[in-house]
């Protein structure tokens, strides 16, 4: 008699869903910037220096983080435009958070950027410029800062850029100051090194 072949079962064929990326097309490099931004503060312009990077995915998408604060602390009195003749007359604004980009025409001579940072930050006051042990406690606040930047690729590990911003803060509360001294447009100037 002959034996009957066991049948193999056929094994279901397991179809992925779809999704945004795919890790195994996907190409990862990244980049980091110092980046220098001019804007109003109150009645007075100034320079906030700091940098921003992230992780880059397929040449478009970044996450990453950025943060900024005041070159040089100014004084109460500058910024709101009143005398001021008590304690801790100067101001420390910093901030930084979380960023999310996105690349257009990345392989481009001149590419733009569109992103927003989304974050918190601290404003105090100090009896020094240096402010060390001097400051008071700080006022924490909400900021959320949308940027569109324009790059020149000079090289393939190096491109420099100009930005546009504009800051929208929330719960600044300190003193004379509200969040109408903060909230404002800004143009920034920053160079990235990273593998574009």
Same mark, same amino acid.
């Given at each position: ?34 980046? /220098? ?5 109150? =009645? #007075? ?9 992230? $992780? &880059? *995915? ?70 020094? /410029? ?5 400051? =008071? #406690? ?9 940027? $569109? &930047? *324009? ?46």
């Amino acid at each position: 008699m002959l034996k009957k072949r066991k049948r193999k079962k056929k094994r279901k064929r397991v179809i992925p869903p779809q999704t945004l990326f795919s890790i195994n097309e996907a190409s990862f490099s990244g980049y980091g910037a110092p980046a /220098v931004n001019w804007a109003r503060i109150g =009645n #007075k312009n100034t320079c906030l220096i700091g940098g921003k990077g992230g $992780l &880059t *995915i397929n040449d478009h998408f970044v996450i990453g983080g950025a943060g900024y604060g005041l070159a040089y602390p100014s004084e109460r009195e500058d910024l709101s435009g009143n005398t001021y003749l008590g304690e801790k007359p100067y101001l420390h604004f910093e901030y930084g958070g979380g960023l999310l980009e996105y690349y257009f025409l990345p392989k481009f001579l001149m590419p733009i950027s569109l992103g927003v940072l989304v974050g918190a930050g601290g404003l105090h006051f100090s009896n020094e /410029v240096e402010g060390d042990d001097h400051k =008071n #406690k700080s006022d924490i606040f909400f900021i959320v800062q949308p940027e $569109l &930047t *324009i790059y020149l690729n000079v090289t393939r590990f190096f491109r420099i850029g100009a930005g546009a911003s504009y800051r929208f803060t929330n719960e600044i509360e300190k003193d004379s100051f509200t969040d109408n001294d903060f909230h404002g447009p800004a143009v920034s100037l920053g160079c990235e090194a990273g593998f574009f």
